[in-house]
């Protein structure tokens, strides 16, 4: 299963979305209000592997770990994600444990889970500077690195329909 | 001069931001006016938008979060970049960030920095310099510890860094360090104190730490023949 977190409510392309994403685990900001992340660790050291903030989105990391691939779409946002897939972002941290390990000489998390996923991250957005994509791309490779991903890929579009005809 | 500071940690309570605010405040200029913000879950009010827009400096303090902003700011941001007043002629405002991690290394902190950089281009503003801290979570341990010695040596020179700028007004690129602390001592408390100390207070035994919980009930998208019905 993929799990597929996407801004496109905005965009006006839930129909497609809906296609796109049948039987998978899809999450967009139409779906429940979601919190932001309170910095607390509860999801590490009170009920380790669950979030501790009661909304849909508690369970982000037990969802990630039967998923072989992470999608995410969204608008480029200063060279990251918009607000909303940074949000999910933030809320999957019960996916890796507290404990460090030592990749590429830096330090990283230690995986909760066995298996591995692969990181998609397909950017949207009218004039993207050079710079932004500079940054989006090696953002989703330390976040790929993070989250112990075996693979990642990332790619960008002038706008939503190229993004839907390159995924299509 | 104004100066605006904004905590961007979501934490109640003490906050390693407001750590690094504390100890940046005695080093701005003596006649500067200082506001504070805390910017978290909370979104910020409209008329704090309109104080933010006339301030001379704005200095961001946030905890690094996936390689990156916090949404709760980026939100921020976001809406900061939708309100910029339409009359060009308002003044510039110069942006300086201090980002705090909480691995080790603080050059970890660079796309956070790009980030900031990227959003000051996309509204106008003056990226003047910013530093990367690692080991952020070492801060509330080391509060009797003056800025500039043992352990927090390194965050003197980065202060240094940041005041020379705001001061002179002059860019300077970024500067990422973390304390001057043997790495490995730092993984060895982290995990015994910091994380089993957690666990501790919250009655679980540090192998807890480990469990995997089962998939929840899940609300899949319906499968497409169901759409097309
Ligand atoms: C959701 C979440 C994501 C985080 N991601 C990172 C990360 O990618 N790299 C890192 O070094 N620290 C990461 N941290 C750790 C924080 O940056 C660190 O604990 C920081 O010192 C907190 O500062 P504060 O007290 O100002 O909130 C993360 C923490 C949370 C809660």
């Not at chain 2, 506001?35 to 961001?60: F, N, Q, W």
């Not at chain 2, 965050?155 to 001057?180: C, D, N, W, Y």
Request: charged share 25%; net charge neutral.
């Amino acid at each position: 299963m993929k799990m597929i977190v996407h801004d496109l409510e905005e965009a006006g392309e839930i129909s497609w979305l809906r296609e796109f994403g049948a039987g998978q685990d899809v999450i967009g900001s139409e779906d429940a209000v979601i919190r932001h992340c309170t910095g607390c660790f509860g999801c590490w050291t009170r009920t380790p592997g669950t979030c501790v903030l009661k909304d849909e989105y508690r369970h982000l990391g037990a969802r990630l770990a039967v998923c072989d691939e992470m999608i995410l779409i969204s608008r480029c946002t200063y060279g990251g994600y918009s607000p909303f897939v940074c949000n999910v972002m933030n809320r999957t941290l019960s996916y890796v444990l507290p404990y460090f390990r030592t990749l590429e000489g830096q330090t990283h998390h230690q995986p909760r889970y066995e298996q591995a996923i692969r990181l998609t991250a397909c950017f949207y957005g009218e004039n993207m500077t050079e710079k932004e994509c500079g940054t989006a791309r090696s953002l989703v490779r330390a976040n790929a690195l993070n989250l112990g991903a075996e693979r990642f890929e990332v790619s960008f579009y002038d706008n939503v329909r190229q993004l839907k005809e390159a995924l299509a | 001069m104004k100066i605006a500071m904004i905590n961007g940690s979501p934490k109640g309570g003490a906050t390693n931001s407001g750590f690094l605010l504390d100890k940046l405040r005695p080093l701005l200029p003596r006649e500067a006016e200082i506001s504070t913000y805390r910017v978290g879950p909370k979104a910020l009010k409209e008329e704090d938008y309109d104080e933010l827009y006339r301030t001379d400096i704005l200095v961001l303090s946030f905890p690094l979060y996936f390689d990156a902003v916090p949404s709760h700011l980026l939100r921020m941001m976001t809406e900061m970049e939708q309100r910029r007043p339409v009359d060009e002629s308002q003044r510039t405002i110069r942006v300086y960030a201090m980002v705090n991690n909480g691995f080790f290394e603080g050059d970890q902190c660079k796309l956070a920095v790009n980030i900031v950089e990227n959003w000051c281009e996309r509204c106008g503003f003056h990226f003047g310099t910013a530093f990367g801290h690692g080991a952020g979570e070492m801060f509330s341990s080391l509060g009797n510890v003056p800025v500039g010695s043992g352990p927090l040596k390194n965050l003197g020179f980065a202060l240094e860094h940041l005041v020379h700028s705001i001061r002179s007004g002059e860019h300077a690129e970024p500067f990422f360090t973390q304390p001057k602390f043997p790495r490995f001592l730092w993984q060895l408390s982290s995990t015994r104190l910091f994380w089993h100390g957690a666990a501790k207070k919250n009655g679980l035994k540090p192998k807890d730490l480990r469990r995997r919980p089962g998939i929840p009930p899940i609300r899949l998208s319906p499968p497409e023949n169901d759409v097309k019905r």
